[in-house]
């Protein structure tokens, strides 16, 4: 009997790109130093799946009125559907949920907020959910700004799994390619964002806690010097342990 998968991904738009495995190295735009000794770049990274605009997506936005461009001409902006997208659901609907397919584009109620959807529907296993978030580790643009959100799509599924963008630059061509990733979506364990992971915290410094112990133990301190750089007998500082015990264990699997 096959586990049930983590994330599943439904791609109803027969033209959407599947989604990507997020790689570690960011597609090649990560610095070579952080992707050969900065293990924690490389995991965030790697982490999850890209999802990509439906189709290439190009607005305007003037300050009040958003804008996109179709089949060459621009048009104000309230829904964008796809291309040839209608019939094809209409088609495999049930009768129900004939012509009310999924939109490419819809123009929120704040100024300037556009929702892009990726042609994708996504549901996790039981207790898990996603987040959307921009890709890691990539730079994003300066003409718009994403926002992200943790969506249960363990108990709102299947999901159509889009972003919200907010439009920043006005009276620019602001282009989102088809073939560049939109998003990152990352499986969640809602056990690890939800209220109980964070009702304990402690905070100490480096002086004598009010019990009168040390802040930190010596085996602490001794776990302290496995993670960082330090320097002995006046030897050049060796690489902390972290990078390298990290990619032992992703190869071994634990």
């Not at 809602?190 to 806690?209: C, K, M, N, P, W």
Request: proline share 10%; charged share 20%.
């Amino acid at each position: 009997m096959q586990p049930t998968p983590t994330i599943r991904f439904h791609r109803i738009y027969p033209a959407a790109i599947p989604p990507m495995r997020a790689d570690k190295a960011a597609l090649g735009l990560m610095p070579t130093m952080a992707y050969r000794h900065c293990e924690a770049m490389r995991m965030a990274s790697s982490f999850g799946w890209y999802a990509f605009p439906a189709e290439e997506v190009c607005l305007r936005w003037n300050g009040s009125d958003v804008f996109v461009k179709e089949d060459g001409h621009w048009q104000p902006l309230v829904r964008s559907e796809l291309p040839g997208f209608a019939d094809y659901w209409n088609t495999h609907a049930p009768e129900d949920l004939v012509d009310l397919s999924p939109p490419f584009l819809t123009r929120l109620q704040l100024p300037g907020l556009v929702q892009v959807w990726t042609g994708l529907l996504c549901s996790t296993a039981p207790g898990w959910s996603v987040l959307v978030r921009p890709p890691s580790n990539m730079r994003g643009s300066f003409l718009y700004s994403p926002y992200e959100g943790i969506v249960e799509t363990d108990r709102y599924q299947p999901c159509p799994l889009f972003m919200n963008i907010q439009l920043v630059a006005t009276d620019v061509d602001i282009v989102l390619p088809k073939t560049v990733p939109l998003l990152q979506v990352q499986p969640l364990l809602r056990e690890t964002y939800d209220e109980r992971a964070h009702t304990s915290q402690e905070v100490d410094g480096l002086d004598v806690q009010e019990d009168g112990q040390p802040a930190l133990s010596p085996e602490e301190w001794q776990a302290y010097r496995r993670t960082i750089r330090v320097e002995t007998g006046g030897q050049p500082a060796e690489a902390g342990h972290y990078a390298a015990d990290s990619r032992k264990r992703g190869k071994s699997g634990d």
